[in-house]
């Protein structure tokens, strides 16, 4: 059962373009809701994180936004640059005592120069 | 650099063996997790500790087996290896259970022939 749904599998976008990669999750009890970036070769690196009360976070160019109602949340990563060519992985968390990370399967995501 | 260390960086083996990956988590970080991230199922959680204790199990096989010792380092074991089990293997530290942010070690690859 999967049950954080991410897509698309790839994105191929322009230098200066938007990126946007969707994830929808089943389970309710989810309350961290965090993206990481991962490069060939590294660990996932802890990009930006929203918690369910708010319906928007901006870290610089990154900004994440999310639908409680839908169980729904998006990345977005505005003035796309070839350095952010990387796989990006949606995740969540929490029910309880359960931190573990439930991820997506992940968006390669090619910004051409 | 997240601050967790693994290693080894790359391991290769053969069926039947047995392997041990190790862990050093952030400094200060009680919590720890193992992550297996394969081509077909993404990344999974495995296991969790805390400050010495087992705290969550996820889809880890009975072959596999982990601990974290008192100076909080991590071991995972995994015995009678299957080809199957070539994957990269990462560990992820926390400040506290109760903190959601995981941050990534490097990660191990096995390759198992």
């Known amino acids: 059962q999967q049950q954080v749904k991410q897509s698309p599998q790839s994105l191929i976008v322009q230098k200066g373009g938007i990126s946007i990669i969707n994830c929808a999750y089943e389970n309710t009890a989810f309350d961290y809701f965090p993206w990481y970036q991962q490069f060939p070769g590294k660990g996932p690196a802890l990009l930006i994180a929203?918690?369910?009360?708010?319906s928007e976070k901006k870290e610089g160019r990154f900004t994440i936004s999310f639908n409680k109602s839908a169980k729904q949340f998006s990345l977005h990563i505005m003035d796309s640059q070839p350095g952010d060519s990387a796989t990006y992985f949606c995740?969540?968390?929490?029910?309880?005592?359960?931190?573990?990370?439930?991820f997506g399967k992940g968006t390669l995501l090619t910004v051409n120069p | 650099d997240s601050g967790v260390t693994q290693t080894p960086k790359h391991l290769i083996t053969a069926t039947g063996q047995r392997v041990t990956l190790r862990c050093s988590p952030r400094?200060?970080?009680?919590?720890v997790y193992w992550y297996q991230q394969s081509l077909d199922q993404g990344l999974q959680f495995l296991i969790q500790y805390y400050n010495g204790e087992e705290r969550a199990k996820g889809n880890i096989l009975e072959r596999f087996s982990a601990q974290q010792f008192p100076d909080l380092h991590s071991e995972l074991n995994l015995s009678s290896l299957e080809l199957g089990d070539s994957a990269l293997y990462f560990c992820a530290s926390s400040v506290l259970q109760t903190t959601d942010t995981q941050y990534f070690g490097p990660g191990t690859r096995l390759t198992v022939l």
């Open positions: 400094s200060g970080d009680l919590s």
């Open positions: 929203i918690r369910p009360d708010v």
């Open positions: 995740a969540a968390s929490g029910g309880g005592s359960n931190y573990k990370l439930t």
